[in-house]
């Protein structure tokens, strides 16, 4: 079964920056799949942060992030990445990607849709 596996959390200073990224285990390649990054802050509902084509032709961002983060996916690698840049306290929380099935071109941003979840990796924004 598809496993996925975050890194690259940390604790940060406003703004400074962060590359996440989230692997799949051996054996499985992503390269049909869609990927999201998702982020849970504590007491509140988990939300979408990007999301990807399984192609990494086209990306989606939440408002919030627009214009510092960046999605991107070296298929080769079987990795996915989320580079964070002028991070803010508000972006904290447990970050997550996920997957799901859909060799197309657009991205899959509904959080319900995908069926395989990594274990999160942490990032605290903190002076």
């Known amino acids: 079964q598809l496993q996925l596996v975050e890194s690259g959390g940390g604790l940060v200073q406003p703004g400074g920056s962060l590359r996440l990224s989230c692997a799949a285990s051996?054996?499985?390649?992503?390269?049909?799949?869609?990927i999201g990054w998702f982020r849970q802050a504590p007491g509140m509902e988990r939300e979408g942060v990007s999301c990807?084509?399984?192609?990494?032709?086209?990306?989606n961002y939440a408002d919030s992030v627009k214009g510092r983060f960046t999605m991107s996916r070296d298929n080769a690698k079987n990795t996915v990445y989320l580079q964070m840049n002028s991070l803010k306290p508000e972006d904290t929380g447990i970050y997550y990607c996920?997957?799901?099935?859909?060799?197309?071109?657009?991205?899959?941003?509904?959080?319900?849709?995908?069926?395989?979840w990594g274990q999160g990796t942490r990032v605290t924004v903190s002076s």
């Open positions: 996920a997957a799901v099935f859909q060799p197309a071109v657009q991205p899959m941003c509904e959080k319900l849709k995908y069926d395989h």
């Open positions: 990807i084509s399984s192609h990494g032709g086209s990306t």
């Open positions: 051996s054996g499985f390649t992503l390269h049909y799949y869609a």
